[in-house]
């Protein structure tokens, strides 16, 4: 008689095999989505009251500086405190944010700086979940099965908050009012702490050695990041990008829309939705092919020339074209943060989940609400089709300066990823961003503090190059 035959579950599936996992993955693509559709309905909430790109860059300015100043002290809290008690929490303040904003602009109280402000509480909910996300993942699955969690995170993000959110916020406003999209926003969120609720989570025993301090921690995260060339240069690199190419995406894209081709919430709802199609096929276009060995150049050049796209934005009257150029932005944006995510969990030590993961997240973006303030005063000044062509053409430079400035060329040669990684270095880390980011973020680990590893280089670009 012969033995039963094992059904194996292809690899992206395996994690659904356990309960906290489906859980956990519910209520991150319910509150993916629902934040999709705040993004919209925020946008035009902005314009039903009156305001134009600068007001939009207000409001915006607020949701990023929320997120930036909060995400060190996230990344923190997820080391310390029970996480999903965290992500609890935040879907509670989102809730009632959300839920506020939906009261107001319903019964017409709404204004200006109480949006702004609201905002920025949202941004400082999502500094807390993602760092408490990627520590919780490493608790409820084996080590094998966490790259292809984060491959499912990767796909759930543009699907449910670039595509599938925006999609239905767009025709809630257009048929309704931006207080419609709001309320049904709202329910979602509620929907989303449901099965957070239902989790059933070990605790997670304390190190033998005992907590350290807060200045601590930080100051040995940040000393990884100034030793490590390959890092500290992707962080630099990601910091311009961010304040380039981030205000135009976030403010100026809707009023391309509306004044060059003519469309209205719908539209640009369809070109949103573009960008998280590219993003869907970002994701898969970087699991199906295997990781160069030239991947830190790969991954720089899909974010610099990969931004060229942008410049279509600000030269096109046609609707489909932008589109297309969203399309485009997301595969290559997409593409470049899986390499990264990868490069962090095989390249960084991982006994510092969460401090680095806020640390590279909080460098990457320190200039989000920089850029999301110029952006509306650029544009009005320089005219949409110049801002978006710049948008477009200085992360190709930037790209090349970075590449040829700290020599990634030799590093990525003398540490290839296409072998297995050495003991001891990290295996965790969802290596994910924040709604509307680009480059480098929510992912990766640092070093113990007890001597320089091998992975570590100086910052300095002349001796960035491995010993």
């Known amino acids: ?29 319910l509150s993916l989505f629902a934040s999709g559709m705040w993004t919209v309905a925020l946008v035009y909430q902005v314009i039903a009251l009156g305001g134009g790109p600068s007001e939009l860059s207000l409001v915006m300015t607020g949701l990023s500086t929320g997120l930036l100043v909060s995400v060190l002290v996230g990344g923190l809290a997820a080391d310390r405190l029970p996480r999903r008690a965290l992500l609890i929490g935040v879907e509670a303040l989102r809730i009632v944010s959300v839920g506020l904003v939906t009261a107001l602009s319903l019964t017409g109280a709404l204004q200006l700086w109480q949006l702004a402000g609201i905002a920025f509480l949202v941004g400082a909910a ?32 543009p699907v449910a908050l670039q595509a599938l959110g925006p999609a239905l916020a767009g025709v809630l ?17 509620g929907l989303a702490l449901l099965p957070l609720l239902l989790m059933r989570v070990a605790p997670v025993v304390a190190a033998a050695g005992g907590r350290t301090s807060v200045l601590f921690d930080l100051r040995e ?3 990884y990041g100034l030793r490590t060339g390959w890092f500290f240069a992707t962080l630099a690199f990601a910091t311009l990008l961010v304040l380039v190419v981030i205000g135009p995406i976030e403010v100026l894209v809707p009023f391309a829309v509306r004044d060059q ?25 970087a699991s199906a092919f295997r990781l160069p060995r030239r991947y830190l150049t790969l991954m720089i050049l899909l974010w610099g020339p990969g931004s060229l796209p942008l410049a279509v934005m600000g030269l096109t009257d046609q609707l489909w074209l932008m589109v297309l ?28 989940l969460g401090r680095v993961s806020s640390l590279d997240f909080f460098v990457s973006l320190a200039l989000m609400p920089v850029s999301m303030a110029l952006a509306g005063p650029v544009g009005d000044a320089l005219g949409l089709p110049l801002t978006f062509v710049l948008a477009g053409t200085i992360p190709v430079f930037l790209a090349i300066a970075v590449i040829l400035g700290w020599r990634l060329y030799r590093d990525e040669i003398a540490h290839p990823l ?21 480059g480098p973020g929510m992912s990766g680990a640092g070093m113990s503090g007890t001597g320089r590893t091998s992975e570590e280089t100086p910052a300095d670009p002349a001796a960035a190059e491995p010993g």
């Open 261 to 285: 081709a003519g469309a209205g919430p719908e539209g640009y709802a369809v070109v949103l939705a573009g960008y998280g199609i590219g993003g869907v096929a970002g994701s898969l276009c």
């Open 221 to 223: 995260a940040v000393g």
């Open 1 to 29: 008689m012969s033995a039963p035959v094992r059904r194996v579950l292809p690899r992206p599936l395996r994690p659904f095999r356990h309960r906290d996992y489906r859980l956990l993955v519910a209520s991150m693509a």
């Open 173 to 189: 406003v257009g048929a309704l009012a931006p207080g419609g999209a709001l309320a049904v926003a709202t329910a979602v969120y």
């Open 325 to 352: 150029a969203a399309v485009a932005v997301g595969v290559a944006h997409s593409w470049a943060q899986v390499v990264w995510g990868t490069l962090l969990q095989r390249r960084v030590p991982a006994h510092m």
């Open 418 to 438: 296409d072998v297995p990684a050495p003991a001891g270095l990290g295996t965790t880390g969802s290596g994910t961003t924040g709604p509307g980011t680009t």
């Open 126 to 157: 999502e500094a807390f979940f993602f760092p408490a996300y990627s520590a919780l993942l490493p608790t409820m699955l084996p080590a094998e099965e966490l790259l292809a969690a984060n491959g499912v995170e990767g796909m759930l993000r």
